[in-house]
């Protein structure tokens, strides 16, 4: 892999030396150990080892996340910056998310004030009353396809495809076509020629697709990012329409899924026989607090040596936001997630000029409240079909979420 300022190794060896490896299985079944160990150790900015032992500095710390989110000028988001590029491999995983496009996501200062200012507004134009009409449809079409079975996977069969569906309406996409972009979206994050080759289609599924709005405009979201007044290129169109689907696909799918396990697993969220329980919207909002889906995001770059609580960081290095030990970081919540019910302030969504935008986060929302509303409400004696303990997170230090939700219910 290539890029264009490649940096020199410029990295302080020695501050990383007896950095904690973050990544195996350690994480995966308990991460929030991790971090608390992590914490006693190391402080709010630890220093930490990627997967192949790449070198970065995990910030742990409500505070820290805080200042370098709202510091933009000093950790930068242009990852070209990066003092290790020369010892990334070439199938590093996590490259895709890493590796710098041009995309609003990595543009900084004031090109990326109007390019993530027009994606924020194109995004504000959804109307959310008939979102949450079409996922109700999505959803419904969902279930159709295992209620008769009494028994089904809702990650697979619900949460992963349902966020996809719901993001092709709002590009204002044939529903025909949709079942096909689910199908190679879900490929393209596999490896190996198909998975290049999913990819390659979906490309070109959206390639096709701003050629037609540029032609014969619509009430969507392509349409309304080609209108908009700093005239897009077709090709930044296209690229934003792939960072939008993409930052929407999992995260949305993780936070269903998270919230779906949270309700049949935790009393507080049972039926009684009062009729009295706690809500789809305290179970979303206790998710983002206690599973978020995006653990951990690469990230920021030193733009110049600074200090991070007492860290010195250099120019180049990698600074990962520690968004959910952030979240559980006893400064914020000194006894319990009980300190945090009806407070939003989570850092889930990161925050400052990069952090998901509001117009993403409430669509978010509103896709998978419908979405959760809809199965609780279609399936009502759903139930757990393995125990709590047989779940199995997706073995990633990134993302939050479980390979299989497997459910059985009275078949109809
Ligand atoms: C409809 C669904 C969503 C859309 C369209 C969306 C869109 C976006 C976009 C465009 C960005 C890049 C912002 C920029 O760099 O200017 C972003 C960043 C981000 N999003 Fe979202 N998002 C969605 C859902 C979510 C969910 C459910 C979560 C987690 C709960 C999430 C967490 C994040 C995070 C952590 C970032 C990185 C912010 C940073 O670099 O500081 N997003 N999202």
């Given at each position: 892999?290539?890029?264009?300022?490649?940096?020199?190794?410029?990295?302080?060896?020695?501050?990383?030396?007896?950095?904690?490896?973050?990544?195996?299985?350690?994480?995966?079944?308990?991460?929030?150990?991790?971090?608390?160990?992590?914490?006693?150790?190391?402080?709010?900015?630890?220093?930490?080892?990627?997967?192949?032992?790449?070198?970065?500095?995990?910030?742990l710390g409500y505070r820290e996340v805080h200042y370098v989110t709202a510091n933009p000028q000093i950790f930068g988001r242009d990852s070209r910056r990066w003092n290790a590029w020369d010892r990334v491999p070439a199938d590093w995983a996590p490259l895709p998310y890493v590796a710098y496009q041009p995309s609003a996501v990595f543009t900084e200062?004031?090109?990326?004030?109007?390019?993530?200012?027009?994606?924020?507004?194109?995004?504000?134009?959804?109307?959310?009353?008939?979102?949450?009409?079409?996922?109700?449809?999505?959803?419904?079409?969902?279930?159709?396809?295992?209620?008769?079975?009494?028994?089904?996977?809702?990650?697979?069969?619900?949460?992963?495809?349902?966020?996809?569906?719901?993001?092709?309406?709002?590009?204002?996409?044939?529903?025909?076509?949709?079942?096909?972009?689910?199908?190679?979206?879900?490929?393209?994050?596999?490896?190996?020629?198909?998975?290049?080759?999913?990819?390659?289609?979906?490309?070109?599924?959206?390639?096709?697709?701003?050629?037609?709005?540029?032609?014969?405009?619509?009430?969507?979201?392509?349409?309304?990012?080609?209108?908009?007044?700093?005239?897009?290129?077709?090709?930044?169109?296209?690229?934003?329409?792939?960072?939008?689907?993409?930052?929407?696909?999992?995260?949305?799918?993780?936070?269903t899924g998270n919230t779906v396990r949270l309700m049949l697993t935790d009393e507080r969220f049972a039926l009684t026989l009062s009729g009295h329980r706690r809500s789809i919207g305290q179970a979303l909002s206790e998710v983002l607090w206690e599973e978020t889906p995006t653990q951990n995001f690469i990230g920021r770059w030193a733009t110049r040596?600074?200090?991070?609580?007492?860290?010195?960081?250099?120019?180049?290095?990698?600074?990962?936001?520690?968004?959910?030990?952030?979240?559980?970081?006893?400064?914020?919540?000194?006894?319990?997630?009980?300190?945090?019910?009806?407070?939003?302030?989570?850092?889930?969504?990161?925050?400052?000029?990069?952090?998901?935008?509001?117009?993403?986060?409430?669509?978010?929302?509103?896709?998978?409240?419908?979405?959760?509303?809809?199965?609780?409400?279609?399936?009502?004696?759903?139930?757990?079909?393995?125990?709590?303990?047989?779940?199995?997170?997706?073995?990633?230090?990134?993302?939050?979420?479980?390979?299989?939700?497997?459910?059985?219910?009275?078949?109809?």
């Amino acid at each position: 892999m290539t890029h264009p300022e490649p940096g020199t190794t410029s990295l302080d060896q020695l501050a990383h030396v007896g950095g904690v490896r973050l990544y195996g299985p350690r994480f995966q079944q308990n991460p929030t150990q991790m971090y608390r160990e992590m914490r006693a150790e190391h402080g709010p900015v630890a220093p930490v080892l990627l997967e192949g032992d790449l070198p970065a500095w995990l910030v742990l710390g409500y505070r820290e996340v805080h200042y370098v989110t709202a510091n933009p000028q000093i950790f930068g988001r242009d990852s070209r910056r990066w003092n290790a590029w020369d010892r990334v491999p070439a199938d590093w995983a996590p490259l895709p998310y890493v590796a710098y496009q041009p995309s609003a996501v990595f543009t900084e200062g004031e090109e990326h004030r109007w390019r993530g200012g027009a994606l924020h507004e194109a995004l504000a134009g959804v109307d959310h009353f008939e979102l949450r009409t079409q996922v109700e449809q999505i959803a419904d079409e969902l279930i159709d396809t295992f209620s008769g079975r009494g028994q089904a996977d809702l990650m697979a069969e619900y949460a992963l495809p349902l966020p996809l569906l719901a993001i092709s309406r709002l590009y204002g996409m044939p529903e025909s076509d949709a079942p096909e972009l689910v199908r190679d979206v879900m490929a393209s994050g596999d490896s190996g020629d198909e998975a290049v080759r999913a990819h390659e289609r979906v490309a070109e599924r959206i390639r096709k697709l701003v050629a037609e709005k540029r032609g014969r405009p619509g009430a969507d979201l392509p349409s309304r990012l080609l209108a908009h007044r700093v005239g897009f290129s077709d090709e930044e169109v296209e690229r934003d329409l792939f960072l939008c689907m993409g930052a929407a696909q999992l995260t949305t799918a993780d936070w269903t899924g998270n919230t779906v396990r949270l309700m049949l697993t935790d009393e507080r969220f049972a039926l009684t026989l009062s009729g009295h329980r706690r809500s789809i919207g305290q179970a979303l909002s206790e998710v983002l607090w206690e599973e978020t889906p995006t653990q951990n995001f690469i990230g920021r770059w030193a733009t110049r040596d600074t200090q991070l609580a007492g860290r010195i960081i250099r120019k180049g290095e990698l600074v990962v936001l520690g968004l959910a030990a952030a979240n559980t970081d006893p400064y914020v919540r000194p006894n319990s997630y009980a300190d945090a019910v009806g407070n939003q302030a989570y850092m889930s969504f990161s925050h400052g000029e990069h952090g998901c935008p509001y117009s993403a986060r409430e669509i978010a929302e509103s896709i998978v409240e419908t979405a959760v509303e809809v199965l609780l409400d279609r399936l009502p004696d759903m139930e757990l079909a393995v125990s709590l303990d047989a779940l199995v997170w997706r073995p990633s230090v990134w993302m939050r979420g479980l390979i299989a939700l497997p459910v059985c219910f009275t078949p109809t």
